[in-house]
């Protein structure tokens, strides 16, 4: 499966985005995909995830203004982030497992990732 994540750019403060993760080479149906990020200097951290079933996880900074989603025909999962923050600044990675729900919030379960996208909010 390959991923391309895309989507990210400059927005200030209380502006919003739409990030895109395009599955090619398989269906996002069969996987749970997540959105984790990078900020500058720190680990890479999980943000939300979509599961095959249609369940839906936040952690909690983001829960309440970003909202995961999922498009079947257009085999694309999206990430849009309303009232964004200078601390969501960051590359936004998308990635597919097929962990159990439970475990979706932990990095090293992901099977494939995308290339990452970068959003910066300014303040």
């Known amino acids: 499966v390959q991923l391309q994540a895309s989507g990210g750019g400059l927005v200030q403060a209380g502006g919003s985005l739409t990030l895109s993760c395009t599955a090619s080479g398989g269906s996002f149906r069969r996987y749970t995909t997540g959105w984790f990020r990078q900020a500058p200097g720190k680990e890479r951290e999980f943000v939300a995830a979509?599961?095959?079933?249609?369940?839906?996880k936040y952690t909690d900074p983001v829960a309440g203004r970003f909202t995961i989603s999922r498009d079947n025909a257009k085999n694309t999962v999206y990430l849009r982030m309303n009232s964004l923050k200078p601390e969501d600044t960051a590359v936004y990675y998308c990635?597919?497992?097929?962990?159990?729900?439970?475990?979706?919030?932990?990095?090293?379960?992901?099977?494939?990732w995308g290339q990452g996208t970068l959003v910066t909010v300014s303040s």
């Open positions: 979509f599961g095959w079933s249609g369940n839906r």
């Open positions: 990635g597919v497992t097929t962990t159990v729900w439970g475990s979706v919030a932990q990095e090293n379960v992901y099977l494939y």
